[in-house]
Nanobody, 115 residues
Framework: QVQLVESGGGLVQAGGSLKLSCAASGIFFSSKSMDWYRQAPGKQRELVAGLTANGRTTYADSVKGRFTISRDNAKNTAYLQMNSLKPEDTAVYYC?????????WGQGTQVTVSS
């Protein structure tokens, strides 16, 4: 059974930093692309960052230069380092991985950036 568990969210002032973690189980982690999405109130869920198994990264234009996605295959964990946070980064952040037949999502972790 695939499980993704996010942690690390919280309340931070604008300009601050947070590091999110996504602990995965039930998948062959090192062979999978891992992604972070976010969803703000009243908005669609959007891709924030992605990291392929061979290390290729993708970032939304709005977070380039501020966020960094990484992974530790030995710990089956993906990370999202978020620096220079802005109020518009406020959202629930979700970890995502594609399985053989379906996509899997974590429960989400709230990130709130105050101005």
């Amino acid at each position: 059974q695939v499980q993704l568990v996010e942690s690390g969210g919280g309340l931070v002032q604008a300009g601050g930093s947070l590091k999110l973690s996504c602990a995965a189980s039930g998948i062959f982690f090192s062979s999978k692309s891992m992604d972070w999405y976010r969803q703000a109130p009243g908005k669609q869920r959007e891709l924030v960052a992605g990291l392929t198994a061979n290390g290729r990264t993708t970032y939304a234009d709005s977070v380039k230069g501020r966020f960094t996605i990484s992974r530790d295959n030995a710990k089956n964990t993906a990370y999202l380092q978020m620096n220079s946070l802005k109020p518009e980064d406020t959202a629930v952040y979700y970890c995502h991985v594609d399985g053989l037949l379906r996509a899997y999502w974590g429960q989400g972790t709230q990130v709130t950036v105050s101005s």
